[in-house]
């Protein structure tokens, strides 16, 4: 069955919204990207780290990010139950919602097989689990909403501390929000061992305060 002209008229131009969000939404260019603070690392999921800039800021660090990416140092390795917390606070608006937060067991980090499990939330209040392994991501809690999370306010800004631990049950990891666990699992489900860092999703534009790993 044919449609009508009008009927595809119309479907066409809802549809040219979506497809010009799509087409719009590329890494962004960052100026003065490229460099990091002594001591951090930095690997993105596709593009190089030329429009990465994270800059030490205040008493924390600053992203301003083309690329998703993770950021981390080697001496923040975690080999007994632990505790890794960071503030995050989301400056702008991205053009949807993307994540950031912490991720937990990293390994090989520099190579095709890496490794980790990573907690972030958005400004819509949500928060996700996941888990990387090499090129593959599974997601191990999609998307959910949690009254614990922040939501951004009109201007884009919100604020957040996440938390990822094992060290007051070392037989439960459990991923908290400002304070409130929000999931939880088994420990021994997942190689918690390993490098803590940071891990924000493309072209958002964070704060990050008082990262630190207890063990």
Do not use: C
Request: overall charge positive; hydrophobic content about 40%; charged content about 20%.
């Amino acid at each position: 069955m044919r449609l009508p002209f009008v009927v595809l008229a119309v479907l066409a131009a809802a549809a040219a919204p979506l497809a010009a969000q799509q087409h719009d939404d590329h890494d962004m260019s960052v100026a003065g990207g490229g460099t990091l603070p002594a001591g951090w690392s930095a690997r993105t999921d596709q593009s190089s780290a030329k429009n990465v800039k994270f800059v030490a800021m205040g008493t924390g660090f600053h992203a301003t990010l083309g690329p998703a990416v993770i950021l981390y140092r080697k001496t923040d390795k975690v080999t007994k139950p632990f505790h890794t917390l960071a503030t995050f606070t989301q400056t702008k608006a991205p053009m949807h919602p993307e994540g950031y937060g912490l991720f937990v067991g990293g390994n090989a980090l520099d190579g095709k097989a890496q490794r980790y499990v990573y907690f972030l939330v958005r400004g819509d209040g949500k928060y996700l689990v996941k888990r990387r392994d090499g090129a593959k991501t599974t997601t191990i809690q999609d998307w959910t909403e949690s009254p614990a999370v922040n939501k951004a306010d009109s201007s884009g800004k919100a604020t957040n501390k996440l938390e990822v631990a094992n060290k007051v049950d070392p037989s439960k990891l459990t991923f908290g929000v400002n304070g409130q666990e929000v999931w939880s699992a088994p420990a021994k489900d997942y190689d918690w061992k390993g490098t803590v860092g940071l891990r924000i999703n493309h072209n958002l534009d964070v704060h990050v305060d008082g990262f630190a790993l207890h063990q």
